[in-house]
């Protein structure tokens, strides 16, 4: 049990808070961004999409290496990166060196993730231990939205960095947890193996679909409960409403587990993300807004730690749930730039349009990796 509880606090201090942490405060650091170093919004949201696109990238190159590569090194040195980079963000005022600072820290952060993500792979049920590093991001974000303000009204955008390096540097303790390598690899030629390219792939375009569809919507948000009739105030309120109901949505997830099979609740999942994001799009009515957006999120948290439990089974050595999770901070990245492309082409009916077809997509791929899987197919491992 002790050895289970070792995984799910590495994994959440790795990949689940410290590796996404820029993207979890992304509103504060660009507020801060804007207020304190006098950047207009478009500049604002590109110096963090440098870093965000970074971060992805990074899980990426790094993914096929983590069946071989000592994760515990791996994310521990991504975690001096990070420290490192958000350090000299502190003290970095001029646009390139602030902009080297961020890309440092992406770097770093992009090694946590790869190597946190990648031992997802060794839990006995890898669906259960996504929902509950979900659950932990949701918690981690409840905290730093409300602690790094007091940082950023105090010191500005140095306060904003700042933060993030110490809370960093906390969480080093808990990635120690991390196990060095897949505890029981199944022979020597297992690592000999080449890298699942195929499966990579289609699992790169889940999770990046998901999450640029995700993102696209989750970041219009604000105006389209205002085109509702609604008040700033009244869908700040909604919004944060949402939180509560993703973390239940991710304990539902680790409650159920695959109990019944992998293939039901995640395609009842996929289904529900797709009618009920595509609902939030078009609707003008205020009420159906904040009812839809409210489950919405349960639904959103409640599939996700499937995809990442698909990923997990199709490669025992971890390689493909790294690429989910470099697929969903690429997609995080993004679906904004998609969305207000699409919204300043042909308005809100583009952006439900895009949300049918990649949650098509997504849900065609899913169901055929899935099958693979249930007809007895092997993981690569």
């Known amino acids: ?37 006098g950047m207009d919004e478009q500049a604002a949201g590109l110096l963090s999409s440098v870093e965000l696109v970074t971060v992805a990238l990074v899980s990426f190159v790094i993914a096929p290496q983590m069946g071989v590569w000592p994760r515990r090194n791996v994310a521990l040195i991504g975690a001096g990166l990070a420290i490192l980079g958000h350090a000299c963000s502190t003290f970095a005022p001029l646009v390139l060196p602030l902009v080297a600072a961020r890309i440092l820290a992406g770097f770093g952060a992009g090694m946590m993730v790869a190597a ?30 409300n602690l790094m303000p007091v940082f950023v009204e105090r010191w500005s955008y140095a306060g904003a960095y700042g933060f993030e390096a110490v809370f960093i540097l906390l969480m080093v303790p808990l990635i120690f947890m991390l ?25 790169a375009v889940i999770v990046g679909l998901f999450s640029a569809r995700e993102a696209a919507l989750w970041a219009f948000s604000q ?13 700040g309120t909604v919004l944060g409403i949402t939180g509560a109901l993703g973390i239940l949505g991710a304990v539902t997830a680790a409650v159920l587990g695959t109990r019944y099979g992998r293939m039901k609740p995640m395609i009842v999942g996929l289904f529900m993300n797709a009618v009920l994001s595509f609902w939030i799009s078009q609707t003008n009515d205020p009420v159906v ?19 990442f ?14 690429v989910a999770g470099g697929s969903i901070l690429l997609g995080g990245a993004l679906g904004p730039a998609i969305g207000g492309l699409l919204i300043s082409w042909q308005g809100y009916t583009a952006i439900g349009g895009f949300i049918l077809l990649a949650m098509a997509v997504v849900t065609t791929l899913a169901w055929r990796l899935q099958r693979h899987l249930d007809q007895g197919a092997p993981a690569a491992s």
Request: net charge neutral; aromatic share 8%.
């Open 1 to 37: 049990m002790f050895v289970k509880h070792r995984l799910l606090f590495g994994v959440a201090a790795s990949s689940g808070s410290s590796g996404q942490l820029s993207q979890i405060t992304l509103p504060l650091l660009v507020g801060a961004a804007v207020v304190g170093l």
């Open 116 to 145: 946190g993500n990648a031992c997802i792979a060794n839990a006995e049920n890898p669906d259960r231990l996504a929902s509950l590093v979900i659950v932990s991001m949701c918690l981690v974000q409840l905290v730093t939205l």
């Open 179 to 203: 196990p060095q390598y897949r505890p029981a690899p199944d022979g020597p030629e297992s690592h000999r193996r080449g890298f699942p390219v195929g499966a990579a792939i289609a699992i």
């Open 223 to 235: 105006p389209i409960g205002v085109r509702t009739g609604l008040s700033n105030q009244q869908v």
């Open 289 to 307: 807004f904040s009812i839809v957006e409210i489950v919405y999120h349960a639904f959103l948290f409640f599939t996700t730690p499937y995809l």
């Open 309 to 322: 439990g698909m990923a997990a089974e199709l490669d025992g050595l971890g390689r493909l749930v790294a």
